[in-house]
């Protein structure tokens, strides 16, 4: 009776599970990944990422010095408790346009000393509370801007945008990137390695995924448009048919934090919308937990949420149909 009662459990799992990873992702009309705006949840965030550390989501936030409610006159970046609103204790003062990655139950964020500078640093830290820091590169005559990390394989992939020098960046912004083994010595990699010089497409998230990294980068089209392109050896791309990810949407002003004051708010109903960019995800439960901004493009930035009912690896392929 015992052997029956396994056999039948085990038959049980087997199709639950078989169904659940099959599970069909979403897509809109048009056979593109559905991604569902939430809308706004703060206003002067640009540069932000969603992790998962121990279970729980978290958002990292570069705090530009110009940021509403940075009474520091300086920049510096924190993570905020995603259920709770919490911050956590501000780190990484006076560096800028971060972005955060989590391994081995640490987590890592790489920024720039300066906007358009020579070098990025990377922090750890296992609690969000003590950190550790380092230099990871110094480049001499370049200037570099936003960054993101991301594990392939037996290596990490740094990509970092630059705007200088022109023979490296062409037309500005370009995707450089460098490897390490071990998150302190790195090497770039020669100039081939790149995306793209001929045009503005300015980077803004990395990720790896059988054989193929996938760029999240910002396009000069219709306003700016989120795009994603792919390769296998950071040389060669493939773009996707489906693009774009995001474009300005009047679903960008939904005003989805209720703690926003009425001036905030008002700043966000009257907002020029021609922008979005600097998407970051990350998977949480079988879902994607998504941020990215919205704005003019020239200084007037909103941050807001999206998801998608999917997993990392369907999104990913999702925009590439066999």
Request: charged share 25%.
């Amino acid at each position: 009776m015992k052997t029956i009662q396994t056999i039948i459990s085990l038959v049980f799992f087997t199709l639950v599970f078989s169904s659940c990873s099959n599970k069909q992702a979403p897509t809109d009309v048009d056979g593109r990944p559905l991604i569902v705006k939430s809308g706004t949840i703060d206003v002067d965030l640009v540069e932000t990422t969603p992790i998962v550390l121990k279970e729980k989501v978290y958002r990292y936030e570069y705090v530009r010095a110009a940021y509403w409610n940075n009474e520091t006159g300086d920049s510096y970046s924190h993570f905020v408790d995603r259920e709770t609103g919490e911050p956590t204790k501000a780190f990484a003062k006076g560096f800028h346009l971060g972005s955060a990655f989590v391994y081995n139950e640490t987590v890592y964020v790489t920024a720039v000393d300066i906007w358009d500078g020579e070098e990025i640093h990377i922090f750890a830290s296992k609690d969000m509370e003590n950190w550790e820091t380092w230099r990871a590169l110094k480049l001499p005559g370049y200037g570099i801007f936003n960054t993101s990390l991301t594990r392939a394989k037996d290596k990490f992939v740094l990509m970092f945008e630059i705007g200088k020098p022109e023979e490296f960046s062409g037309e500005r912004f370009t995707a450089n990137f460098a490897t390490s083994t071990d998150l302190k010595e790195w090497e770039v990699l020669s100039s081939d390695h790149n995306y793209a010089k001929d045009r503005y497409t300015a980077p803004h998230c990395l990720r790896y995924l059988d054989g193929y990294y996938y760029d999240f980068y910002l396009e000069a089209h219709n306003g700016y448009e989120m795009r994603v392109v792919r390769s296998k050896d950071l040389i060669n791309w493939e773009a996707s048919p489906l693009n774009p990810i995001l474009k300005a949407s009047e679903e960008d002003k939904i005003i989805t934090n209720p703690k926003l004051s009425k001036e905030l708010q008002q700043r966000i109903n009257n907002a020029e919308n021609r922008n979005n960019s600097d998407i970051d995800f990350c998977e949480f439960n079988g879902q994607l937990i998504i941020n990215y901004s919205w704005g003019n493009q020239r200084g007037e930035e909103f941050l807001a949420e999206a998801s998608y009912n999917g997993t990392l690896e369907q999104f990913l392929k999702g925009w590439f149909p066999e």
